[in-house]
């Protein structure tokens, strides 16, 4: 897949993010997960039946979320879900939230350890 000017931009944006936590805030970067292989969001793609918005594809790819929502919460009090989460939230949000677009994608919470449950 080609690298468009927004995939750009995400990328850059999240490196100067990742360098800044790297110095400021050790403990939330030692919490960003590796990023997520090509072919991993390509099963999520096939899993949710349309493909992922470029920038996320993007970052997911840089860091397929944190591990844990302590550490991980740097932004604004929010976590990036590994793909897995994402998805099963999704699904759930799906299922048990009247009018949920059929094309949103989860990709922040203030809980990353597991999806939601009944």
């Known amino acids: 897949m080609r690298a468009t000017p927004e ?3 995400v990328t850059a944006a ?5 360098v800044w936590l790297r110095l400021r805030a050790p403990e939330s970067y030692a919490s960003l997960r590796p990023g997520a292989s090509d072919r991993w ?5 096939q899993r ?4 992922l918005p470029a ?6 790819t840089l860091n397929d979320g944190v591990t844990g929502s302590g550490a991980g919460a740097f932004l604004n009090g929010l976590a990036l879900m ?5 998805l099963e939230t999704r699904e759930f949000l799906a299922d048990e939230m009247p009018g949920w677009g059929p094309c949103w ?3 922040t919470a ?3 350890d597991e999806p939601p449950r009944c």
Do not use: S
């Open 55 to 60: 920038p996320l594809r993007a970052l997911w």
């Open 82 to 86: 590994p793909i897995e989460t994402a």
């Open 110 to 112: 203030d809980t990353v």
């Open 41 to 45: 969001i390509e099963l999520a793609e």
């Open 14 to 18: 999240w490196e100067r993010l990742r």
């Open 105 to 107: 994608v989860p990709f």
């Open 7 to 9: 995939d750009q931009l």
């Open 48 to 51: 949710l039946g349309f493909p």
